[in-house]
């Protein structure tokens, strides 16, 4: 079991920041696969970025540049740095993990954080 628990969000104004942190109740560097999802008022749940093992996926082409995700494998934290933010990023945020490598659909994810919301005002 993974237990999960997501901090950070907020408001903010476009072109702002947030960094997102997820708490793990297990070491998963190795182990899992750590992501970054997002899911906006009455849209399907999407990935922002994934990383297992150091290798890293990104989910659209919209965040690519502006999000960083990266993890403190010594305090099992994960992070999503989040800049340029625009009013479209606005969403519940999930952190959720998956055993061995990363997958960009939701659907194979075992664990999940509770979400943080995001949102930008424009």
């Known amino acids: 079991q993974v237990h999960l628990v997501e901090s950070g969000g907020g408001s903010v104004q476009a072109g702002g920041s947030l960094r997102l942190s997820c708490a793990a109740s297990?070491?998963?560097?190795?182990?899992?696969?750590m992501g970054w999802f997002r899911q906006p008022p009455g849209k399907e749940r999407e990935v922002v970025a994934a990383?297992?093992?150091?290798?890293?996926?990104y989910g659209a082409d919209s965040v690519k540049g502006r999000f960083t995700i990266s993890q403190d494998n010594a305090r099992n934290t994960l992070y999503l740095q989040m800049n340029s933010l625009k009013p479209e990023d606005t969403a519940m945020y999930y952190c959720?993990?998956?055993?061995?490598?990363?997958?960009?659909?939701?659907?194979?994810?075992?664990?999940w954080g509770h979400g943080t919301q995001v949102t930008v005002s424009s």
């Open positions: 959720a993990a998956r055993g061995g490598g990363c997958r960009r659909d939701p659907i194979n994810y075992n664990y």
């Open positions: 990383v297992y093992g150091g290798n890293i996926i």
């Open positions: 297990v070491s998963t560097y190795s182990n899992y696969c």
